[in-house]
Nanobody
Framework: QLQLVESGGGLVQPGGSLRLSCAAS????????IGWFRQAPGKEREGVSCINKSGTITNYADSVKGRFTMSRDFAKNTVYLQMSSLKPEDTALYYC????????????????WGQGTQVTVSS
């Protein structure tokens, strides 16, 4: 059974860093484009970043460019989201999702989702 499991969330002060992980079981992550999305209370789910199947292309939302970096570890079947210079507005539930074709920032185009990991940025 295909599963995605996020981890690495937590409480961090503004300006701090976190690394989120998205581990896959039941399928090779390399066969999918992987997106990170986030949803804050009362807001719609938004695309944060995406990495293509080969790991050679990454896309980022303007709000996180220069602060977030996405990467793949094929051996561990895991995708990471390194988040730096975190701001209170980054507070949200973060999800990873898999799509069998190319990257998209539209959550409705993704087939598989994890349960999410909470990121809270507060002093």
């Amino acid at each position: 059974q295909l599963q995605l499991v996020e981890s690495g969330g937590g409480l961090v002060q503004p300006g701090g860093s976190l690394r989120l992980s998205c581990a896959a079981s039941g399928f090779p992550l390399a066969a999918y484009a992987i997106g990170w999305f986030r949803q804050a209370p009362g807001k719609e789910r938004e695309g944060v970043s995406c990495i293509n199947k080969s790991g050679t292309i990454t896309n980022y939302a303007d709000s996180v460019k220069g602060r977030f970096t996405m990467s793949r570890d094929f051996a561990k079947n895991t995708v990471y989201l390194q988040m730096s210079s975190l701001k209170p507005e980054d507070t949200a539930l973060y999800y990873c999702a898999a799509r069998a074709v190319w990257c998209s920032n539209r959550p409705d185009l993704y087939n598989y989702w994890g349960q999410g990991t909470q990121v809270t940025v507060s002093s």
